[in-house]
C-alpha cells in the first residue's frame, strides 16, 4: 500500500461521535493532502455507498470507502476512536475506522486497495498493533507493511505473500506448509470465493479460508474472482484436491472444471465465519465419497440468487430471472445517457425539436435550437442501442462472450422488424440458446480454438437471424403493437390499477428483480414513445421514490424508533430518494422487513395510483426532483409523491410504535461503547 497513507492521514485520537463525522475528519485529512478536490462532494459519494450496506465489521473494524470523481489519488485514512463508531457491525461499535477513497472508474485501484486492506484485517497481530501504536507515522508504515507488527502469537500470514503486499486482485492463494494427513499427503482443497461488489468479502473469506487450513494442516488453495476478473486455477490443482468449497454470493464462473468433487456451497459470510466447519465439512463428505452434481451451465458471467445456493441457481425461474436481469443491468446507462440528453434537448428546444434537421448538415453555434437538436440527436444515438445491448447481454448472461454478436444481431433484427424491447428479450434468449446448444455439440480438438470467435457467432447469428426475420419477428411485433394500443388507451380506473401494480413493484424488492422488470417495462416504452408510456415511465419513477423518502421522514420525526445508525443512513435516504435511487431504503428493510416493506409498498401504490390519475407524463428515464421540469402535470406529481411519502411514514410509525417500547433501546444499548467493553473485558 505504498504512498497510499502517511502520517497526515492518520488520526489515533478519533474524537467524532458518529460514522458522518468520523468520515468528515478522516476526510479533511485527504483534502489537506491534496488527494480529494471536493470535501463535500466526496462525502455525499460516502454516504450514497454507506447506505447500500452498512461497512462495519465484527472486531470493532469500520471501512467506508466509495469511488468518487472528486478524488486525484487512492487514498487511504486511518482513525482510531477511544469510545467507538457505529458503522453497523453486529458485535458493536468500531474502534480502528479505515476511510477508502479511489478515482471514479479506478476500478483496479480500488480493488487493490480494499483487498489488500481486507487481507491484512484477518490478522490479529495486525489489529493488536494498530490499537497499539502511539506515532501516527509509525501506524502509517505498519498499514503501508514497512514495519513489521509486533508478536502476539497470532498466526503468521500467508506465505509467499511479501509482508505488507496483497496477492495480485484475483490471483489463486494457497495456505502454507500444510502438515501430513496421516498417510504422507495432505488433504487437498481448491475453493472459490466471490461477493456482489468484489472487493472486500471476496479477499477475507479467501483469507480466513487459507488461515484455517494452515491451522488444520489442511492445503487450501483459492480462486479469488473479484471485481477486477480473476486467475484460474491450474487445472492440476483442481485435479489433486480432495474436495472443494464455494463461498460466493454470485454465481461461480466455469463450474465445470469441479465436476466429480465433494463440494460444499455456502454463502461468502460463512467462508469469513466459520472456516474451520467448512474444512471439517469437505473432510466429511470426501471421506463418505459424496460427489456433487454440478450442472453444466451457470458458466456466464451471470449473478446467482446471493444466497450461495448451487441447487437453487439451478432452477430455471432463477436462472431466467439473472440472464434478463444481466441485460437490463448493461442497458440502463444507455437509458439514462440517452433519456436524460433527449429530455435535456426538450428542455431547450421544445418537444418539435425531435424532427429537426440533422446536425452534421445544418449547425448554428449561436443557436439555442440548433444545441438543442444536437443533444437530441445524441441522445437518440444512444437510445438506439437500447434493444440490441438489452438482447446482447441477456445472450451473454447465458453464454458468455460467444453469444454476444448472436444476441446483438438478433437485437437489430428486432428494431428492423418492429418488435421493439419485447422482440429484444426474446432474441436475447434465443441467442443464449441456441449458443449454449451449440457449445454443447461434441467437436475435434483442432477446432476448439476457433469456436467462440468464429464458428458459434457464425453459425449463431445465422439461426438466430433467421428465427426474427421469418418465424418470430412478425408476431412479437403484433405483440408490441397490441401493448402500445393499450397503454395509449388507458384512462380512468384501468390506468390507476395499472398505476397501483407498477408501486407495488417498485417498492417490494426495492431495486431488486420485481424493481427492475417494472423499470425495464418503463424504459422500454421510451424508446417509441407514446401519451401511455409517458405516464407509466413517470408512475414508475415517482413511486420508485416514496421507499427512501419515507424512511428519511419517518427517521426525523420518529427517531426513538429508530437506531443510531439508522437515523444515519435516513439523512442520506432524503438525497438518494429525491434522486430516484430506491436502494436507499435497503438497510431498513433488511432490518426490518416485515414493517417496512408493506408500509413503502402501501405508499408506492398510493403514488402509481395518483399519479396515473392525474396524467402526469415523464420524458426522461431518471432523475427524479432535479428534472420535474421536464414532468407533465410537476405539481399535481409532487403532490402524487408526497402523498404516497405520508402514506409510508405513518404506516412505517405505526407498525413500528406497536412493538414493545423498550425493544429499541435495548437495541441501542447493546452498542454503546461501555456494553461494547464489557462484553470484551
Known sequence: MSELITAELVD???SAATKDAAARSLAERMVAAHRVTDLDGFLADVAAREAQMPTGLDGGIGIPHCRSEHVSAPTLAFGRSARGIDFGAADGPADLIFLIAAPAGA?????????????????????????????????????????????????????????????????????????DDGDGAPFRIVAVTSCPTGIAHTYMAAESLTAAGRAEGVEVTVETQGSAGFSKLDPAVIAAADAVIWAHDVEVREKARFRGKPLVDVGVKAGINRPSELIAEARRKAERGEIAAVPEGGDGPEAGDGGGSGADSAHFGVRLRTYLMSGVSYMVPFVAAGGLLIALSFAIGGYEIADAKSVADHFVWGQA??????????????????VPVLAGYIAYGMADRPALVPGFVGGAIALTVEAGFLGGLVAGLLAGAVVMAIQRVPVHPTLRGIMPVLVIPLIASAVVGFLMFIVVGKPIAALQGALTD??????????????????????????????????????????DPTDGSLKVMAAVMAAGMVPPLALALATTVRKKLFTKTERENGRAAWVLGASFITEGAIPFAAADPLRVIPSVMAGGAVTGALSMAFGCTLRAPHGGVFVVPLIGEPFLYLLAIAAGTLVATALVVLLKGARRTTAVPAREAATTPEARVGATA
Request: charged share 20%; glycine share 12%; with cysteine.
Open 12 to 14: 489515533l485520537d478519533l
Open 107 to 179: 476500478d483496479d485501484d480500488h480493488l487493490t486497495i480494499l483487498s489488500g486492506l481486507a487481507r491484512r484485517l484477518m490478522d490479529p497481530e495486525f489489529t493488536a498493533a494498530l490499537r497499539a501504536g502511539d506515532d501516527p507515522g509509525t501506524v502509517a508504515a505498519l498499514i503501508r507493511g514497512e514495519e513489521p507488527a509486533p508478536e502476539t502469537g497470532a498466526a503468521p500470514e500467508a506465505a509467499d505473500v511479501p509482508e505488507g503486499k496483497a496477492p495480485e486482485a484475483g490471483a489463486p492463494e494457497r495456505a502454507a506448509s500444510p502438515a
Open 369 to 386: 435550437d440548433s444545441w438543442a437538436a444536437l443533444l437530441n440527436q445524441i441522445g437518440s444515438a444512444a437510445f438506439g442501442f437500447l
Open 486 to 527: 393499450w397503454l395509449n388507451g388507458l384512462s380512468g380506473s384501468n390506468a390507476v390499477i395499472l398505476g397501483v401494480v407498477l408501486g407495488l413493484m417498485m417498492c417490494f424488492d426495492m431495486g431488486g428483480p420485481l424493481n427492475k422488470v417494472a423499470y425495464a417495462f418503463a424504459v422500454g416504452g421510451l424508446a
